[in-house]
């Protein structure tokens, strides 16, 4: 799999990746991560125009995407029931990560490029969300705590550093 930076002519092919990850959470019992319409189109423009979104291919095929976020993220201020492994070197944080529904291996390809990139990353996840707690455990991230979304709702929150 390649991982190139997204471009606004991506958006379409982006918002139906999202579209589908949400069904794949749903169908997986994860009703509360994603509400519809998130993450909106407005979100993902921002992503695009900021540099921050990754578009996944697979034989010229985008079938993933991710935020790829340098820079503190207000979120991560707080965490509940833990602590960073280190909250004083630079981070970045890995948002949105989403893969079509007959694609495999997207969560790998973007947790090992984003190592490629940096050596401390954060992610975090529903407690409903399975399937992201288990790639994320699998790609060497430590459970820290819980944090808070801007609108309140709780995630837990991992961290991979060298």
Not at 10 to 29: N, T, V
Not at 46 to 61: F, K, L, M, P, Q
Request: proline letters at 4%; hydrophobic letters at 35%; aromatic letters at 8%.
């Amino acid at each position: 799999m390649d991982i190139r930076t997204a471009r606004i002519e991506d958006l379409p092919r982006l918002m139906d990746i999202y579209r589908q990850a949400r069904e794949i959470m749903i169908s997986c019992g994860d009703v509360n991560q994603w509400k519809p319409g998130h993450p909106s189109e407005e979100l993902i423009r921002a992503d695009i125009a900021n540099g921050y979104c990754r578009a996944v291919e697979s034989d010229g095929t985008i079938v993933g995407a991710f935020a790829f976020i340098p820079g503190k993220d207000p979120t991560y201020n707080l965490i509940e029931g833990g602590k960073w492994i280190d909250d004083t070197l630079p981070y970045v944080t890995i948002h949105r990560l989403a893969s079509t529904k007959d694609s495999n291996g997207v969560a790998k390809a973007c947790f090992d490029w984003c190592w490629s990139q940096s050596h401390n990353l954060r992610v975090d996840t529903h407690e409903d969300n399975v399937i992201m707690r288990h790639c994320i455990e699998k790609a060497g991230f430590k459970y820290c705590g819980i944090i808070h979304l801007l609108n309140g709702d709780p995630r837990l929150a991992f961290q991979k550093i060298e």
